[in-house]
């Protein structure tokens, strides 16, 4: 395949309404052939020399790999004519159907034509719709085409912007084989973590929301789907005995995405299971991992795709990546025969015949960098794990971008449809930098921290950029949409265990806390409805998502992320422990000179009071770091036994280095305030200014009356607004604002199915 030229477009601009007419139509077991003509030509400015002329198609990688409006007839020709009355033929075939391209380049020789206008007219489509995602015009080696005009006859055209479009940085191929990004393992100087995730069963959580959190996500996942439909995807692979597919289903989530609802499963109990046991939910884990044994192929191959399907829709990143978490998050969880398993297809796939052609030709195919980087940080991992991530999906001109901060890295990166995805990415790269100690990994990692933050950051923590639907400049940097597809919850749950990782690395840089704090109340939990699914999105005006019980990527996320809660609450250092969040739950940490235990007592964010018991069977010294978080309001006094010991500054952790005994007790109120900030992006309303509020890291909803179709405006000013607000009594952190009756303030988080809005219009 070296020398095969392969134009690529990973999924189309429009992928998200093409890919679901396509599917309800029927389009790609048969494709509907439109006879309307109709054209696209470039104007190169004045009269040219032209060698050869080279059409890229566009791919949709769904069910099977195919082109996506490609012309099964047409005619190439070049004129000086901007009305075509006289060309010069440079291809023609409308009499048979030309081959469909797939994703190869179709190449044309001109024979040195020359003319200033170069035109395809299609005379029988494949599709409903013409695409192309670049046409090259070459003229002694060089693509004479790139910066100019491009005119259609009809809207029919797609993205005929792209047809001219630079040059992608690493070319437009499929094969990516990059050998010299390799380092070698007795190179490398691994860098380890600061802090440590405490060890499975030593956090057990106390009554409060993150209890009910993962309470609710346990009845999530024993209520889902059965084990048998969970694994039917690996049994039909294997060639095995499956009962008929439930039409009930979710053929999208279900079928076209063969193991994922396995690995769902996997990644929720396996998170799950590290904290707290049920016996039903470990059974059912246990019968997942075992089904994935007994299908594997001989030589490891476990997926639950043939292996000749890799490139098919998202099998090759998207749900290899999946599965992966979720095998490894089962073998953390006691399941050894899920590590031997990951081992076992990491052999297979670090030898695979498929692996340059992964990044390009498998759709999202960015995330297919993660499997290895987390199968090289389970007990199983080997050298090989990092080096194939290095050579194959390595791509040194975005990290370059990266650390470069520049924002075309992020809403404009090339070879795929912008994303939040691209936050996947960033994981690995950080893994590679713990791995090997390259500075580049870690300064590519920061790169997009600052980028994501700074540009793709809604107030309350949403990551604002998702999948596009009318092209690739939809979510520019600060755009801030409201009311298009926005807040993925996937989004964030990599932005929690990117900053979780960072934070794990550098545990008194107390922004990483801040923002997994932010994350998890207004966007994890605030996607949660109970035990009856989970919803896709975070819209912040409107009505919420429905929440949804049919395996999409958001539900898998949300469940891995509630399985993990305990996780994030403390880590622990040789000499102590740091509280980065603050949530009712107790720790036992075992030191050189005895164990230190810790119950926290709080009902955080409903009440500021936090109270930390010290548990020890002899006086022991140790060091207890607290978090005081960046939007506390003031400083924060710390007692130990009633007495005032020390104060902490907003956005520090304060270091209690002390002989502690048993009995101590810590205590301190965290200091909450308001915040308004002004809505800033794409969507403002002239002569309007509308106004998100925060209290402390809670994001607030504006709700009115029941039955209200629609929250758009209050009577305030925002210099008055935050004196106006009065807590409900009974009801905490609802607020009530006088000379607006019918209105009240509550965290985003509680909002079920009524209107609201976190960006009302203030009037004055």
Same mark, same amino acid.
């Given at each position: 395949?070296?020398?095969?030229?392969? #134009?690529?477009?990973?999924?189309?601009?429009?992928?998200?309404?093409?890919?679901?007419?396509?599917?309800?139509?029927?389009?790609?077991?048969? %494709?509907?052939?439109?006879?309307? /003509?109709?054209?696209?030509?470039?104007?190169?400015?004045?009269?040219?020399?032209?060698?050869?002329?080279?059409?890229?198609?566009?791919?949709?990688?769904?069910?099977?790999?195919?082109?996506? #409006?490609? %012309?099964?007839?047409?005619?190439?020709?070049?004129?000086?004519?901007?009305?075509?009355?006289?060309?010069?033929?440079?291809?023609?075939?409308?009499?048979?159907?030309?081959?469909?391209?797939?994703?190869?380049?179709?190449?044309?020789?001109?024979?040195?034509?020359?003319?200033?206008?170069?035109?395809?007219?299609?005379?029988?489509?494949?599709?409903?719709? $013409?695409? &192309?995602?670049?046409?090259?015009?070459?003229?002694?080696?060089?693509?004479? *085409?790139?910066?100019?005009?491009?005119?259609?006859?009809?809207?029919?055209?797609?993205?005929?912007?792209?047809?001219?479009?630079?040059?992608?940085? /690493?070319?437009?191929?499929?094969?990516?084989?990059?050998?010299?990004?390799?380092?070698?393992?007795?190179?490398?100087?691994?860098?380890?973590? /600061?802090?440590?995730?405490?060890?499975?069963?030593?956090?057990?959580?106390?009554?409060?929301?993150?209890?009910?959190?993962?309470?609710?996500?346990?009845?999530?996942? $024993?209520?889902?789907?059965?084990?048998?439909?969970?694994?039917?995807?690996?049994?039909?692979?294997?060639?095995?005995?499956?009962?008929?597919?439930?039409?009930?289903?979710?053929?999208?989530?279900?079928?076209? $995405?063969?193991?994922?609802?396995?690995?769902?499963?996997?990644?929720?109990?396996?998170?799950?299971?590290?904290?707290?046991?049920?016996?039903?939910?470990?059974?059912?884990?246990?019968?997942?991992?075992?089904?994935?044994?007994?299908?594997?192929?001989?030589?490891?191959?476990?997926?639950?795709? =043939?292996?000749?399907?890799?490139?098919?829709?998202?099998?090759?990143?998207?749900?290899?990546?999946?599965?992966?978490?979720?095998?490894?998050?089962?073998?953390?969880?006691?399941?050894?025969?899920?590590?031997?398993?990951?081992?076992?297809?990491?052999?297979?796939?670090?030898?695979?015949?498929?692996?340059?052609?992964?990044?390009?030709?498998?759709?999202?195919?960015? /995330?297919?960098?993660? %499997?290895?980087?987390?199968?090289?940080?389970?007990?199983?991992?080997?050298?090989?794990?990092?080096?194939?991530?290095?050579?194959?999906?390595?791509?040194?001109?975005? &990290?370059?971008?990266?650390?470069?901060? @520049?924002?075309?890295?992020?809403?404009?990166?090339?070879?795929?449809?912008?994303?939040?995805?691209?936050?996947?990415?960033?994981?690995?790269?950080?893994?590679?930098?713990? *791995?090997?100690?390259?500075?580049?990994?870690?300064?590519?990692?920061?790169?997009?921290?600052?980028?994501?933050?700074?540009?793709?950051?809604?107030?309350?923590?949403?990551?604002?950029?998702?999948?596009?639907?009318?092209?690739?400049?939809?979510?520019?940097?600060?755009?801030?949409?409201?009311?298009?597809?926005?807040?993925?919850?996937?989004?964030?749950?990599?932005?929690?265990?990117?900053?979780?990782?960072?934070?794990?690395?550098?545990?008194?840089?107390?922004?990483?806390?801040?923002?997994?704090?932010?994350?998890?109340?207004?966007?994890?939990?605030?996607?949660?409805?109970?035990?009856?699914?989970?919803?896709?999105?975070?819209?912040?005006?409107?009505?919420? @998502?429905?929440?949804?019980?049919?395996? !999409?990527?958001?539900?898998?996320?949300?469940?891995?992320?509630?399985?993990?809660?305990?996780?994030?609450?403390?880590?622990?250092?040789?000499?102590?422990? +740091?509280?980065?969040?603050?949530?009712?739950?107790?720790?036992?940490?075992?030191?050189?000179?005895?164990?230190?235990?810790?119950?926290?007592?709080?009902? +955080?964010?409903?009440?500021?009071?936090?109270?930390?018991?010290?548990?020890?069977?002899?006086?022991?010294?140790? !060091?207890?770091? &607290?978090?005081?978080?960046?939007?506390?309001?003031?400083?924060?006094?710390?007692?130990?036994?009633?007495?005032?010991?020390?104060?902490?500054? %907003?956005?520090?952790?304060?270091?209690?280095?002390?002989?502690?005994?048993?009995?101590?007790?810590?205590?301190?109120?965290? =200091?909450?305030?308001?915040?308004?900030?002004?809505?800033?992006?794409?969507?403002?309303?002239?002569?309007?200014?509308?106004? *998100?509020?925060?209290?402390?890291?809670?994001?607030? *909803?504006?709700?009115?009356?029941?039955?209200?179709?629609?929250?758009?405006?209050?009577?305030?000013?925002?210099?008055?607004?935050?004196?106006?607000?009065?807590?409900?009594?009974?009801?905490?952190?609802?607020?009530?604002?006088?000379?607006?009756? @019918?209105?009240?303030?509550?965290?985003?988080?509680?909002?079920?199915?009524?209107? +609201?809005?976190?960006?009302?219009?203030?009037?004055?």
């Amino acid at each position: 395949m070296q020398d095969v030229e392969i #134009g690529i477009e990973r999924v189309a601009r429009f992928f998200t309404p093409i890919y679901q007419s396509l599917l309800t139509s029927g389009s790609f077991d048969n %494709p509907k052939k439109n006879t309307e /003509q109709i054209w696209v030509q470039v104007d190169l400015g004045s009269e040219k020399k032209i060698d050869e002329i080279k059409l890229l198609p566009a791919v949709l990688p769904l069910v099977f790999l195919n082109s996506y #409006g490609f %012309p099964a007839r047409f005619i190439l020709e070049v004129s000086n004519d901007p009305e075509f009355k006289s060309a010069i033929p440079i291809a023609n075939n409308i009499a048979n159907d030309y081959p469909d391209p797939i994703d190869k380049v179709c190449a044309f020789t001109a024979n040195g034509a020359k003319g200033r206008y170069v035109r395809l007219t299609a005379t029988l489509l494949r599709q409903k719709q $013409l695409a &192309l995602t670049k046409m090259m015009v070459v003229s002694n080696g060089k693509d004479i *085409a790139e910066g100019c005009t491009v005119t259609s006859s009809t809207k029919l055209t797609l993205w005929p912007d792209m047809l001219t479009r630079p040059p992608r940085p /690493q070319g437009e191929f499929v094969v990516t084989n990059n050998p010299g990004n390799v380092t070698q393992e007795d190179t490398w100087s691994p860098v380890a973590n /600061q802090t440590k995730i405490p060890a499975n069963g030593s956090v057990q959580l106390g009554e409060g929301i993150f209890k009910k959190t993962m309470e609710n996500n346990i009845g999530y996942l $024993l209520s889902s789907f059965t084990v048998d439909q969970m694994v039917r995807s690996f049994r039909v692979r294997a060639d095995k005995p499956v009962q008929p597919f439930d039409e009930k289903l979710h053929k999208l989530w279900m079928v076209y $995405l063969p193991g994922s609802e396995s690995a769902r499963y996997l990644m929720g109990a396996g998170n799950t299971l590290r904290w707290t046991e049920n016996k039903e939910l470990r059974k059912r884990m246990n019968e997942i991992v075992d089904v994935i044994d007994v299908c594997k192929e001989p030589d490891g191959y476990i997926m639950a795709y =043939p292996k000749k399907e890799i490139f098919v829709h998202e099998n090759g990143a998207y749900v290899r990546a999946w599965v992966v978490h979720g095998l490894a998050d089962a073998g953390f969880a006691g399941n050894k025969k899920a590590f031997s398993l990951l081992r076992q297809y990491g052999d297979w796939f670090n030898g695979s015949c498929y692996l340059p052609e992964l990044l390009r030709r498998a759709g999202q195919g960015t /995330q297919g960098i993660i %499997p290895m980087t987390r199968t090289y940080f389970t007990p199983v991992g080997k050298s090989k794990d990092i080096q194939v991530a290095q050579q194959y999906f390595q791509e040194n001109y975005w &990290l370059d971008q990266l650390i470069n901060r @520049d924002e075309k890295a992020i809403w404009q990166y090339p070879y795929d449809r912008p994303h939040c995805y691209l936050i996947t990415a960033l994981e690995p790269y950080l893994d590679m930098y713990r *791995a090997t100690g390259d500075k580049k990994y870690m300064d590519a990692t920061m790169g997009g921290w600052d980028l994501f933050h700074d540009c793709w950051e809604h107030v309350g923590g949403a990551i604002s950029i998702c999948e596009g639907r009318e092209g690739t400049d939809l979510y520019p940097p600060k755009s801030y949409y409201l009311n298009r597809n926005t807040g993925e919850l996937c989004g964030n749950i990599f932005w929690i265990y990117l900053n979780h990782r960072l934070n794990l690395l550098y545990p008194k840089e107390e922004k990483y806390v801040t923002e997994i704090e932010k994350s998890i109340y207004n966007i994890a939990i605030a996607n949660q409805e109970g035990q009856d699914g989970i919803r896709y999105s975070s819209r912040l005006v409107g009505r919420k @998502d429905p929440a949804r019980h049919i395996n !999409t990527c958001c539900e898998a996320q949300g469940s891995r992320l509630y399985g993990a809660l305990p996780e994030f609450i403390y880590s622990t250092a040789n000499d102590g422990v +740091f509280v980065n969040l603050y949530a009712a739950s107790s720790i036992s940490i075992p030191l050189k000179k005895g164990t230190l235990s810790l119950k926290m007592s709080t009902q +955080f964010p409903y009440d500021p009071k936090v109270k930390i018991d010290i548990n020890a069977s002899k006086d022991i010294q140790a !060091t207890i770091h &607290l978090r005081i978080p960046s939007w506390a309001s003031q400083v924060v006094l710390v007692m130990v036994d009633g007495k005032k010991i020390a104060t902490g500054n %907003p956005g520090t952790f304060l270091t209690l280095d002390r002989k502690w005994k048993n009995g101590d007790v810590i205590s301190f109120s965290l =200091p909450m305030e308001f915040k308004l900030s002004k809505y800033m992006g794409a969507e403002r309303i002239a002569s309007m200014d509308r106004y *998100a509020l925060e209290y402390g890291p809670l994001l607030m *909803a504006l709700v009115g009356k029941e039955g209200q179709k629609e929250i758009l405006s209050m009577k305030s000013n925002p210099e008055k607004l935050i004196k106006e607000l009065k807590p409900i009594d009974g009801k905490p952190v609802h607020f009530a604002i006088e000379g607006n009756p @019918d209105l009240e303030y509550l965290p985003y988080l509680e909002v079920k199915d009524e209107a +609201f809005t976190c960006y009302p219009e203030i009037k004055k």
